[in-house]
């Protein structure tokens, strides 16, 4: 089935005087889709929002709202709405007024209004506070009312700057599911901004990593943390060990090269034989000890970090470290010692080779 | 409404006001500075230097220029006094604004508001005031005749003394308000850090509260001095237009229609101390932001 | 333990401080209840001088000047510097910004004899008779400087956010304006507008060079009958002026500190 389009990013780019915020950037965002844009800070994601809300105009480059060329429509003329990173709920307005103010300026009737008020206000679960004013709510209080003021019209795209950093992480989690629930609720596009990989591999249909001002890649939250394109993707979601190797033969996807751990084939990214590569091995996926698939290596363990459910252990194999994590499956359950000679494994499909 | 056009019309009124009844007029103060006395009062257009030159010269009677210190005598008493003035209000207002700073919250409102209140009250009134304290029969000397210190006093009234109390007194809010802001700011831990670093009450003040307050300071420095250097209020009443002050001299020669060129040029030679002190200023806190 | 933020003697001087700030006001207001016509001979508690200074027509009259100049000043001042600061402190890519924003304040950078002075001499060139109307002018352009500042500390220290959020929300320019930035800077408009007020209210050294028949302002007045001599009656007018700058100060912080975010 082809999908509808809601967002087009063709070719945008950015500067602020000499320094190049984003470099000729193009994505499509489809619709009813959870869309989020995931850097680290300054990598041009917030910018980006801030283009399809209005408030910022490209260098270069054309936006396109379910078609339409955006960019010469002042914000209160796009049918987009934003929760802001402060909520931006008006301090002089009742939770009412606040929703209300975006149906007023549509010149709705009255009765709708007040409908479509009760109707939002019961959505986010806040009905017993309408009259109350931003201040004397809670952070999650306020960021449910920032969803319904921005909901409350229908937009054809709903923006979200960074909408649960302000949040503490009890309350962050149980966001999350809000979020996710609403937006199958309402079926509205989500365009999500974070710097939080956790939310983002959490609630997306695809994540898009911006890096440097580019798209480092596009995909789903399983083949970003899976098959990263790039060290830059890899080094960003989660943790990885990044081996040096030396790229031996490459057949189609797959790739033998040669590491300190010996000669490990499995899938590549922008290989060329011959040339230098990095191998990327995320630090749960070696087993160790009775855990340890594959072939065998022998290690000794230099360093312990213990993280409550996982214990963190550095291991040198020959003159190599390796980060690997081990689940605390068992409560006081004996713990490696450091100095303690172990045994490691990993399968070499969960491995990637990557261009250095 | 449109953004665009607001950036341009929305200054405009701004612009225009202050162009008509400032930049032209001043303009025209210093043709008129560099114009000729009129025959009864007010000026006749023309180029000439005289005003200026009255400044520091005199005509005898045989038409030859003599040096007069009569001018420069007043000019260098506003400089003394003005500066006289900003120094000692801001010995005041650290100490003053210090101790605001650190009381409890609740009072730190009342005493701000206590602190501001005089600022509020007309300023005639307010140097009346000290005309009462300070004047013949005046507060001090029934007290201290009362207490047998003095028989009888020269007044104390009509004297630097006199409007220096009465420009201290008039412009002392200018100084505590910006101190204080500045003041507020400093984060408390620093002075708990100078102190745990061995560093004594004395040298904590002036190695961390001074330095970190300096920019309020020369703030409120500003503020007082400018207005002090046009002070009018308090020659008039408290110097009693014996010992003059720049402000009056040229409200005097403008009042009786009196010399209007030499007025104007007295008023660009304070304009002119003005613009100097603020250059200055201006080039001492940039040198302290490229230094920061 | 001791307090090292606390200065020996510091509390004393502030005391001390405070008494100087407020014993010349109080000995004006003490003298204005003597009875004796001789303002420094204190013979008995009267009243008689308010009365006689509440049917002072000339009083009145320079009361009424000073009320409609400063009324006037205000209103074209306030509405001058809230225009400027919006475009000064939200406008983008806006020319000649810091020249625009020393041309707003430069009332503040010269003496005010200085301006006196030229206003005087552009009045006299165009020949401008009308007293009133010279006030208003010389009024309005150095209380300019006095309501704009609030404004902008205001404006500066509101997030954008709030106006941002408007225009998201469909709102345009003018009613983001009308519905949310007004609102909220409205603490900043007042206290600009009472700062004007009280500045023209206030003002000696322009309004007695521009002093023209009909057009004496309250302190001009109040300075002529200072030059007459000290009298109870003086005394009297000036607790009337401490009284009305006491109520104005109060009302005028109250509602600038009201905190427009509790409800």
């Known amino acids: ?356 | 409404m449109n953004w665009r056009d607001f950036r341009i019309w929305g200054l405009a009124p701004a612009w225009v006001i202050m162009a008509l009844t400032l930049v032209l007029p001043i303009g025209i103060v210093v043709l008129v500075s560099l114009s000729i006395r009129g025959a009864y009062g007010g000026f006749d257009w023309g180029l000439s230097f005289d005003s200026y030159a009255k400044i520091l010269f005199e005509e005898d009677w045989d038409g030859n220029l003599a040096f007069t210190p009569q001018y420069l005598a007043i000019i260098g008493r506003t400089l003394w006094l003005a500066g006289l003035t900003t120094l000692i209000c801001a010995a005041l207002a650290l100490p003053a604004a210090y101790v605001i700073a650190q009381a409890p919250a609740r009072w730190k409102a009342v005493l701000v508001y206590l602190v501001t209140l005089p600022f509020w009250v007309s300023m005639i009134v307010r140097v009346y005031a000290w005309i009462i304290i300070l004047g013949n029969d005046g507060v001090i000397e029934k007290t201290l005749r009362g207490l047998g210190l003095v028989a009888d006093m020269d007044s104390l009234l009509f004297t630097n003394g006199a409007m220096l109390t009465g420009l201290v007194y008039s412009y002392i809010p200018l100084m505590i308000l910006p101190v204080f802001a500045s003041i507020e700011k400093l984060d408390p831990a620093l002075i708990e850090a100078s102190h745990d670093l061995y560093g004594s009450r004395w040298v904590t003040a002036r190695r961390v509260i001074l330095p970190l307050t300096l920019p309020g300071l020369m703030a409120g420095a500003v503020l007082v001095f400018v207005p002090c250097l046009g002070a009018v209020l308090e020659p008039i009443l408290l110097g009693g237009g014996k010992v003059m002050l720049m402000g009056n001299l040229i409200q005097t020669q403008f009042g009786g229609g009196r010399n209007w060129p030499f007025g104007a040029a007295i008023a660009v030679t304070l304009m002119g101390l003005v613009m100097i002190f603020l250059m200055l200023n201006a080039l001492r806190a940039r040198r302290e932001v490229s230094h920061a | 333990m001791r307090d090292v933020r606390r200065y020996p003697g510091a509390r004393i001087f502030t005391a001390l401080f405070f008494l100087w700030l407020y014993l010349p006001i109080l000995v004006v207001i003490a003298y204005s209840f003597n009875e004796n016509r001789l303002a420094s001979v204190w013979t008995g508690f009267s009243l008689r001088w308010y009365e006689s200074a509440l049917h002072n027509r000339a009083l009145l009259d320079a009361v009424q000047i000073s009320l409609t100049v400063a009324g006037i000043a205000t209103a074209i001042a306030t509405t001058v510097a809230l225009m400027a600061a919006l475009v000064l402190v939200r406008g983008r890519d806006v020319r000649l910004r810091r020249l625009s924003e020393t041309v707003v304040n430069l009332p503040l950078l010269l003496p005010e004899i200085v301006l006196a002075v030229a206003v005087l001499i552009l009045f006299s060139q165009i020949g401008l008779q009308n007293g009133l109307l010279k006030l208003v002018i010389a009024h309005s352009a150095f209380c300019i400087p006095f309501a704009f500042l609030p404004i902008r500390a205001r404006l500066q220290g509101m997030e954008p956010d709030f106006e941002e959020a408007a225009q998201d929300l469909y709102a345009s320019p003018w009613v983001t304006f009308r519905r949310v930035t007004l609102p909220l800077i409205a603490p900043g408009v007042f206290a600009g507008a009472m700062l004007a007020f009280v500045i023209s209210m206030d003002d000696f050294i322009t309004s007695n060079l521009l002093n023209s028949g009909g057009s004496t302002t309250l302190p001009v007045y109040i300075f002529g009958l200072i030059k007459q001599g000290t009298t109870p009656e003086l005394n009297a007018i000036s607790t009337l002026i401490v009284l009305g700058s006491l109520i104005l100060a109060t009302t005028a912080l109250v509602l600038t500190f009201r905190n427009p975010n509790r409800a």
């Open chain 1, 1 to 356: 089935m082809e999908r509808k389009k809601a967002i087009e990013v063709q070719n945008v780019a950015k500067s602020f005087g000499s320094f190049q915020a984003l470099k000729g950037v193009s994505f499509d965002i489809y619709d009813n889709e959870f869309f989020t844009m995931l850097g680290p800070s300054g990598c041009g994601k917030t910018t980006l929002l801030r283009m399809i809300a209005g408030f910022e105009s490209p260098t270069a480059g054309t936006i396109r709202l379910h078609g339409r060329d955006i960019l010469d429509q002042p914000p209160h003329k796009r049918r987009v709405n934003t929760v802001f990173q402060s909520y931006a709920l008006f301090p002089h307005m009742t939770l009412e007024a606040n929703i209300a103010f975006a149906l007023e300026n549509l010149g709705w009737e009255k009765a709708r209004i007040r409908d479509r008020v009760a109707q939002m206000l019961d959505l986010v679960h806040m009905t017993p506070f309408a009259r109350r004013r931003p201040a004397q709510l809670s952070g999650g209080q306020r960021q449910r009312i920032a969803l319904a003021r921005a909901l409350a019209s229908e937009p054809e795209v709903l923006l979200l700057d960074e909408p649960l950093s302000a949040l503490d992480l009890k309350l962050r989690q149980a966001m999350r599911d809000e979020l996710r629930a609403l937006q199958r609720a309402t079926g509205i596009t989500f365009i999500f901004v974070t710097h939080d990989q956790e939310e983002a591999l959490d609630m997306s249909d695809r994540i898009c990593v911006l890096g440097a001002g580019e798209v480092q890649q596009i995909g789903a939250p399983n083949e970003i943390y899976e098959d990263p394109e790039n060290r830059f993707v890899a080094d960003f979601i989660g943790e990885t060990n990044f081996l040096p190797a030396e790229v031996v033969s490459v057949e189609g996807d797959r790739a033998t090269v040669t590491t300190p751990l010996g000669p490990v084939t499995t899938w590549h990214k922008g290989a060329v034989a011959g040339a230098p590569a990095m191998l990327s091995l995320r630090p749960e996926k070696i087993g160790m000890e009775d855990q340890a698939p594959g072939e065998a290596l022998h290690g000794t363990i230099t360093g312990r970090n213990y993280m409550g459910g996982y214990t963190h252990y550095t291991v040198t194999v020959n003159g190599t470290e390796l980060r690997v994590s081990k689940r605390n499956a068992v409560s006081h359950g004996a713990s490696l010692a450091i100095g303690a000679p172990v045994r490691l494994g990993f399968r070499p499909d969960s491995a990637r080779v990557l261009a250095r």
